[in-house]
């Protein structure tokens, strides 16, 4: 377009300006727009980075006024808890994303793909409410477990989405080869098709982990929290998110600090994840995932 | 593969059935009054949604008043403006903002944010703009405009997403008619790419508003928790997602809890109804294109 600077010559002098003015202000909206990102991490880093250490790593909370004590079981907590939701997310979802894409061009299939979309847009805080209707009144006690199906449901829109559209990716030709040697359709749905996508739904499936990760509002009331160390999935469990949110509307300044810690070991693995998916899927067959 | 598909209907099912179930001691109680008064008063068991609903609705609008020039602005830049080179980077730095949990937001928001608003931005607005009501008051730095500054920087990577999709989305030759006819790069974007992208644009835009109603840990640690409806911007206030999130696990009594539940059907029903308007105004855009609007 700057390849037009002949027409641009005999332009009216409103009229350019208006061009200059428009890109001027679309960049100075990406800057503005990057600014707070960049402002984000900076703080994270520059607040949090004091804090860290290995005991920090390691140990749970200590006892308010004492100094010491970290995040430990949080971090084991939110592995566990995330643990669970991919046992309940990812083969639900990816089931379900297999389904829409080789089964799903009818009534029905429109219809799930509707309720996926509703289940998406469903406020996290909600579906924390369910959980604890379903869940933890009927074990009358808090858990990692109703935590973990929490986080789980969470997963699945994002999951079945990826999955499907991966496998729609996947050419015609492929499924036709597979069916031409005489193997039954559910068998070439899981070790062809489903197998030549698998790069693009890892991709998904770590998208949708890296989004519940840092999900603390359907934690509130399932897995509740916990200063202890606790690993049994039965009792109420500490996660990251969860203690970053005590610790941040605490009084106490030592408090401030350790959730400003918390925070960036919680950022650095999510985007580490993020960042992994890109590798993952600028290297894979399937490309245009991320 | 059809039960796991199932089991999403199931789910959902579910989540409605436990909404309703559990809030029907308060829809008895109140009936359409709930949503009416500004009555909340647990001790006395009296229960009004209004003023949770008034701080949704203002804090959200706020959000999209703030994030949708911005988020348009960036998408254009990227996709139509900016070199080659620094595409991709900028691209990545604004799908990583919506990688940010919001707990992290609302951390960042108490301690740095909330002070710049205290500290600079409220005193500037009480004094070029008190007159409009909307900027009096004491100068807590938390409060509504907190929310709504949050809010707007959280939604925005939304916005910005689903704008470059629909405008990827309009056909190449529409760009090309419109140069041929002399028209200069903005008047392309303008005429050419916006114009026809409309609709999705408006998608993209409820599709923020779904998620800026919903919206809980980043809101609930700055908007101040506060139930009343005040005109000024600077005043603490509420939403419904923070009444669920602060008051749920502490709810004393049966009433109590089935009208904390009984704000959470009504959120669910508001995000339902916004995200279906929103897909099918993208869909219509995209021509039945999948539209992820998840993308981190």
């Not at chain 1, 037009?4 to 200059?20: A, I, K």
């Not at chain 1, 202000?25 to 402002?39: D, E, K, Q, Y």
């Not at chain 2, 100068?139 to 990827?168: D, F, H, N, Q, W």
């Amino acid at each position: 377009m700057s390849s037009s600077g002949f027409t641009l010559g005999r332009l009216s002098l409103s009229r350019r300006l208006q061009d200059r003015l428009a890109t001027m202000a679309a960049a100075a909206a990406a800057v503005i727009v990057l600014t707070p990102l960049l402002a984000i991490f900076g703080y994270l880093v520059v607040k949090g980075v004091g804090s860290l250490s290995w005991s920090f790593l390691t140990h749970p909370p200590a006892p308010v006024g004492e100094a010491g004590g970290g995040v430990g079981n949080g971090i084991v907590g939110s592995g566990i808890i995330l643990g669970i939701a991919c046992l309940i997310g990812i083969p639900l979802g990816v089931g379900a994303g297999i389904f829409l894409a080789e089964y799903g061009r009818n009534r029905l299939g429109y219809f799930i793909r509707f309720t996926a979309d509703v289940l998406n847009g469903v406020p996290s805080i909600v579906i924390g409410i369910a959980v604890y209707g379903v869940v933890v009144m009927r074990q009358k006690h808090f858990s990692a477990f109703a935590g973990g199906v929490a986080l789980g449901i969470m997963m699945i829109p994002t999951v079945t989405r990826a999955t499907e559209e991966m496998l729609l990716m996947v050419p015609q030709s492929i499924r036709e080869a597979a069916l031409a040697l005489g193997i039954p359709q559910w068998r070439s749905t899981l070790s062809v098709t489903l197998r030549v996508a698998t790069s693009g739904v890892i991709t998904g499936v770590m998208l949708a982990f890296a989004r519940v990760a840092g999900e603390t509002a359907p934690l509130l009331f399932t897995a509740f929290g916990n200063q202890f160390w606790n690993t049994k999935p039965n009792q109420p469990m500490a996660a990251l998110p969860l203690q970053i949110y005590t610790y941040a509307i605490s009084p106490f300044d030592e408090w401030h600090r350790q959730a400003w810690a918390a925070s960036l070991v919680l950022i650095a693995f999510i985007v580490g994840t993020v960042a992994m998916v890109r590798w993952i899927a600028g290297r894979g067959m399937l490309k245009g995932a991320a | 593969m059809l039960l796991c598909a199932l089991s999403v209907l199931g789910i959902v099912a579910l989540v409605v059935t436990e909404l309703v179930t559990r809030s029907k001691l308060s829809l008895h109680e109140f009936g359409w009054k709930f949503f009416f008064s500004s009555q909340w008063d647990p001790v006395g068991g009296e229960f009004g949604a209004l003023p949770f609903i008034y701080g949704t609705l203002v804090s959200s609008a706020l959000a999209l008043l703030l994030a949708v020039p911005l988020a348009i602005g960036v998408a254009v830049f990227i996709n139509e403006m900016c070199p080659a080179g620094l595409r991709r980077t900028i691209s990545f730095l604004v799908e990583l903002l919506a990688a940010i949990p919001s707990v992290i937001y609302g951390l960042w928001a108490i301690f740095v944010l909330a002070p710049i608003l205290r500290n600079h931005v409220q005193p500037f607005l009480a004094s070029t703009m008190g007159w409009t009501g909307l900027f009096t008051g004491p100068k807590y730095g938390i409060g509504m405009l907190a929310a709504g500054v949050i809010l707007a920087i959280m939604v925005l990577p939304i916005i910005a997403s689903i704008t470059r999709e629909v405008m990827l989305a309009v056909p190449h030759p529409q760009r090309e008619a419109v140069l041929a006819l002399g028209a200069t790069r903005w008047e392309m974007i303008r005429i050419g790419v916006l114009r026809n992208a409309r609709a999705g644009i408006v998608g993209g835009v409820i599709l923020g508003l779904g998620r800026a109603l919903g919206e809980t840990m980043a809101v609930t640690m700055v908007i101040g928790n506060t139930p009343q409806i005040v005109k000024s911007l600077f005043a603490p206030a509420h939403s419904m997602a923070s009444v669920i999130a602060n008051e749920f696990s502490e709810a004393s009594t049966d009433l109590y809890l089935s009208a904390v539940i009984e704000i959470g059907l009504a959120l669910f029903i508001i995000t339902l109804i916004v995200n279906v308007i929103a897909r099918a105004l993208v869909w219509m855009t995209t021509g039945g294109m999948p539209v992820r609007a998840d993308v981190q």
